[in-house]
Each structure stands twice: as C-alpha cells, then as structure tokens.
C-alpha cells in the first residue's frame, strides 16, 4: 500500500538548522493567533491545566507539575494515523528548531496518544526515532491502565471515538470494526468474535540490537516499509513526507559507513576513496565559497593541516548547493587561491558537483564535517570549530564498531544494488531476510477518529493558548509561545 501524500496539513517553508541561514522574525505584537483561554467564549478546560500521569515512549512517569516553570506544547496524535499526525510532528519538529536553544530549557513539547492499545511505550520509541523526534510522546501501560488516558482526554475536552470492551484482555473494540481487534500474539476466536485466544502460530522472529546501532535504525525503516508509509524504491533511496526528508537505507548506512567514492580535484586528478581509507583517518569538509562561515573556518584549517597532518588526510569537498547556488570549479579555484596566494595549497580540495556525498551523510549546512576511521563515521558535526574544537573533534572521536554478521552481509549486497545489479524490491527483501525481519502482511488496520487540539500552557500551569483543527503552522506556534516567554 502506497503512502497516502495529500497533506491535511500545511508545511511552510524549510529552514536550515543552523550555520549559513535565516531566521523567523520573533516579533511579539499583539495578542495570540490562536484561541486565547481567558475569554468567555473560550472552549478551554478550567485552569489551572488538569494534572494527569502517563508514560513516556521510555517507560518513564510524566506529570504536568513537573514543567513547572516552563511553557508546555501539548499535541494529540496516533502512530498508525496515515497523514495528519506525521505533519503534526514535523511542524514541531520545525517549532524545535526554531525555539533554539529555548527548546527544552524553557519550552517543552508532549505529544499525547489516542491510540492506546496499539501506541505502546515501544511503538512510540519507534516513531519518535524514525522522525527525529526529541520530545516526550505519553501513552499507558499496565501500571497505569487506559482509564488514566479516558481521563486525560476528558479532562482536555478531547472526543475520541474509540470503544475498548474485554476482548478476552488482549484486544481491543474500534469504531467501524466489527468484533475485536487482537493484539500481536493473538487471533480472534472464529466461535466469538468479542474473544481473542493466542494464537499459535505467531513467532517474534525479529533480531533485536541495541538502540543507535546501523540495524536498529534499518528495522525502523523496516517498519514504515511494512505499514505501507513507504514503497521499496522509497525506503532504499530516502523519500519527503509532508515536507519532511526520511533517509532510505542508503543513506542510513551512508551516515556510519561512508559509500566508495571517486571525485577530481582542481587540476582534474581523479581522487578515490579506497585510497584515504586504507591509510590514514580522513577528515572530510563540505563547504560553500559564498558562505562566510567557510571564509572564516580556513585560519583554524590550516594550523590543524599543519600539526595534525601526518596523522589524518584533510579533504575540503566542494561543488555543493546553497539557497539554488551551486558552487563551481572556478569559484573553488578562486577560494583556495585568496587563502594561499602563492599556489601551495596544502590540503586537497575536491569537486563533487552532484554533492551526493553531502546527502548520503545526511547533512544540512556548511561547514559539515565527517571524521573517517577506515570507512566507518567516527565523527559528525555542523558548523564552524576553532582549532581547540577541531582537536577536541579529533580527540573524541568514537571507535570503530564490529559489524554483526547480518550487516557485514547487507553491506557486500549493497554495492551489487548501487551498480544496478539488484532491484530495489530484492534489495528490500534481502536486507529483511538477513535481519530475520517478519511482519504481518494484511493485517486489519482500523481508524482511529478524534478532535484535533493544541494547547500552550504558560510556566504557572495555566492553559493560555487554544489552536483547533489543522488550522496552524509552526509559525503560528512560535508567535504564541514568544508572548509568553
């Protein structure tokens, strides 16, 4: 099943995350965009916010009085939700970025599930992990059972339409479906349809590796694969949902383990990967000619190339774009020529005009650094470092991992699929074999309908803001919340 692409949602324009950007205009001029609480005709619950208790996607107790002292974003979502929830997340994940360094410190975000029975504490790790998501997604679990969500919901004047009856404890009732609905593990008792009875020929035959590992982060991509989000060309080369950029696994792996590569240099000398990698560490900087941050990067590059470079091959790679302009060979040459007048150029400038490594990296502003180990990522950053961060980047790089077995075997199979000798379905059907990847195929998938509220609660606890509907934008948010900051 394709993903479903129209937007119940407007994305408003992407902005860089930091380094050469722009920024949205903080103003705080009148009253708030969105509904205020303290008029008469307010739809709002009575302040101060209704205290609840939840869990968090880590199994952690989330109350409301322990943000005392900062402003709450307060969003309703569901993981299964096909097209609104997902740009709910990415708005706040623009909002995040915008609020800088307030986010976290002064705002916090939590995001409220009305899908219990299916959004459990792993479920929504999961989701939280495959969109980037920083903040705290709230669910149930069995110390604190479903009442305390019906609760919550009421208590915040939120419909959910969704009816949980016994279901024999391991299922649940939805609106339009008929009978129970069983949870993994289970099947539905063909003799009675409001009992689900275990079902024996389920098997959990899925790998499991620690959480941040290159097969951790694949069974996650996995995952929106199974539950049709993504087709096999999507999930292998990376696609945009709602404005948001997804990795396919190509570059997941790309951004820990760096792909082959052949690139020229000023003078059209070809430069290949193979060779950095077997001797030398390699560090790589992507760069711009007309940002000024790269301008004022080079004092710091050239007294770190002249003490540090017996021990790591230094390699600026340009040919990248940057607000439509994509740079040239001339305006390298020119560049490295204002920085060394008298030609010797003491580290190697690449052109990469396709800039395909700077997004098989995953990266977004200039300058980006990546520290190799061989051809493994032992080092990632944005931005600009003096020379002490450059040695500290150095210093703490991370070590070499040991691939697994299943990975060592995704990898050899991936450079047959970059050459075009592997379909993209193979391609997935293999990386799924080799991780012992199962999942349920047609599995009955029910809708979940539910009011759609945002709320902003001010540092007292004190509901203040009221957004309704789809009607909001991350701007929309950011105005409000810079009142009340």
């Given amino acids: 099943m394709k993903f479903q692409r129209h937007l119940a ?37 009575d302040n101060p916010a209704p205290a609840f208790v939840l869990i968090d996607q880590h199994g952690e107790t989330v109350n409301l009085s322990q943000f005392e002292g900062k402003i709450v974003v307060m969003t309703f979502v569901y993981t299964h939700c096909p097209d609104v929830c997902p740009a709910i997340t990415y708005q706040m994940k623009k909002l995040a970025e915008e609020l800088g360094d307030d986010y976290g410190e002064s705002v916090v975000f939590l995001s409220v599930t009305v899908d219990p029975a299916r959004d459990t504490p792993e479920r929504l790790d999961s989701f939280s992990r495959a969109y980037n998501a920083s903040w705290q997604f709230l669910t149930v679990n069995s110390t604190f059972p479903d009442n ?22 391991q299922g649940h009732y939805m609106e339009g479906y008929e009978g129970c609905h069983c949870n993994p593990g289970y099947m539905q008792d063909p003799w009675n349809v409001d009992t689900c009875i275990v079902n024996p020929d389920y098997v959990q035959g899925n790998l499991t590796f620690e959480d941040g590992t290159l097969e951790s982060e694949i069974l996650i991509a996995l995952d929106m694969w199974a539950s049709g989000n993504v087709d096999a060309s999507e999930l292998m080369k990376g696609t945009t949902l709602f404005g948001q950029e997804v990795p396919g696994i190509r570059q997941l792996v790309s951004q820990k383990i760096s792909q082959d590569w052949k690139l020229d240099d000023m003078n059209d000398t070809e430069h290949s990967s193979s060779t950095y990698y077997a001797h030398n560490l390699t560090l790589l900087e992507f760069f711009h000619t007309a ?173 203040r803001v009221l957004w309704r509907g789809l009607d909001w934008t991350y701007a929309s948010i950011y105005h409000d919340v810079q009142i009340l900051l």
């Fill in 291 to 463: 940002c000024p941050h790269c301008h004022a990067q080079i004092p710091a590059l050239q007294e770190f190339q002249a003490n540090y470079s017996s021990n790591v091959s230094l390699i600026s790679i340009g040919g990248n774009r940057m607000s439509g302009n994509l740079d040239s060979v001339g305006n390298i040459e020119n560049f490295t020529v204002e920085y060394n007048p008298s030609g010797n150029v003491t580290w190697t400038y690449l052109y990469d005009d396709s800039h395909s490594l700077f997004e098989a990296f995953g990266l977004n502003q200039y300058p980006s650094w990546i520290l190799l180990d061989g051809d493994q990522v032992v080092g990632k950053h944005g931005g600009m470092m003096d020379y002490e961060e450059l040695e500290s980047f150095f210093a703490e790089r991370s070590e070499r991992v040991n691939l697994s077995e299943q990975m060592t075997e995704i990898l050899d199979y991936l450079g047959h699929w970059d050459q075009g000798h592997i379909s993209d379905e193979d391609m997935v059907e293999i990386i799924a074999n080799s991780l012992n990847y199962e999942y349920e195929e047609d599995v009955e998938n029910y809708g979940v309908s539910h009011s759609s509220r945002l709320y902003i609660i001010d540092q007292n606890g004190d509901i």
């Fill in 9 to 45: 949602l407007i994305v408003t324009i992407l902005f860089l995350s930091s380094g050469c950007l722009d920024s949205l205009d903080d103003s705080k001029s009148g009253g708030f965009w969105g509904g205020d609480c303290s008029e008469e005709s307010s739809d709002c619950p």
């Fill in 148 to 169: 305390h969500m019906q609760a919550m919901w009421n208590s915040y004047k939120l419909d959910v339409l969704n009816e949980e009856a016994a279901c024999s404890g």
